[in-house]
């Protein structure tokens, strides 16, 4: 893990550094007679190797623009570009191809398979996609090496979510979508997990987006996306983002 008190920001000075770039993004739902506007015109762009932290209360909109950014989800107008793919456009096939080869998910539970080891857990990710890295190798990156043989039941809470992170990125996805992937956690155990996403933004690149209520994580990002009503409040940048091991709540 990164013991820096501080860490880089990436150039996000350009469009051509763009990852994701949303224009008048909206979703609606409709339950019984009453119509919820979830997102209310989201125009936003989200830069390679950037983390990205998404703030706001429940019903803010932040897990509905996360699930259309990671293809969960359809937007009920405007526009989602995944580098040049129009994500608004695409069919289900197009969709579960886009989720299988580019983007991984970290939940706040871990949905691991009680019956089999850490290693196995990752497998069945490895196994079935191109360019996997080894279950060994993503383990050893979230600090979990010794740790491989080690069934759910005999890690601790932390720990098991290291280990979804560990299966999320072993594919080696250019963006790992995470929601309130320390909302389960306790403080010291959180900083624990933020340290296991910073190491794969920094080692990897990999673009990642982390959707929280809680504010103090926002001190670890580059940027901080404020979410409030379904539109975004505010944006704001952090020159010199904090190590996660420096974070108090």
């Known amino acids: ?7 880089d920001v990436p150039d996000v000075s350009s469009t051509a550094n763009s990852v994701f770039r949303t224009n008048g993004l909206t979703r ?27 703030l706001g209360a429940s019903g803010s909109g932040k ?25 608004s456009q ?19 539970f871990y949905n691991l398979i009680s019956s089999l080891t850490a290693r196995e857990n990752v497998a069945i990710v490895t196994d079935i996609c191109r ?23 005999q890690l601790s809470g932390g720990e098991q979510q ?5 299966r ?21 155990t959180g900083r624990q997990v933020l340290e296991a996403l910073l190491a794969v933004n920094q080692r990897l690149g990999t673009t990642t987006v982390i959707i929280t209520h809680n504010a103090v994580i926002g001190e670890m990002a580059h940027r901080v996306i404020l979410l409030r009503d379904g539109r975004i409040a505010s ?14 709540w």
Not at 73 to 83: E, F, I, K, P, T
């Open 28 to 54: 609606t739902y409709r339950v019984g007679e009453t119509e919820i506007h979830a997102l209310r015109g989201i125009d936003l762009t989200l830069y390679a190797g950037e983390l990205a932290v998404m």
């Open 235 to 248: 944006i704001e940048r952090n020159a010199q983002p904090c190590s996660p091991s420096t974070l108090v």
């Open 168 to 188: 999320a990125i072993a594919k080696q996805p250019a963006v790992l979508l995470c929601d309130e992937p320390t909302g389960a956690l306790d403080s010291a």
């Open 131 to 153: 360019d996997a890295m080894a279950p060994e190798q993503a383990l050893e990156l979230v600090g979990l090496g010794q740790r491989l043989d080690h069934f759910p039941a």
């Open 1 to 7: 893990m990164n013991a820096d008190t501080r860490h």
């Open 63 to 87: 897990s509905t623009l996360l699930n259309i950014l990671g293809g969960l989800d359809h937007a009920s107008s405007g526009q989602v570009l995944y580098r040049d793919q129009d994500l």
């Open 162 to 166: 290291r280990v979804a992170i560990a």
């Open 90 to 108: 695409a069919s289900e096939r197009q969709l579960t191809i886009y989720r299988r080869d580019h983007v991984g998910f970290v939940f706040q």
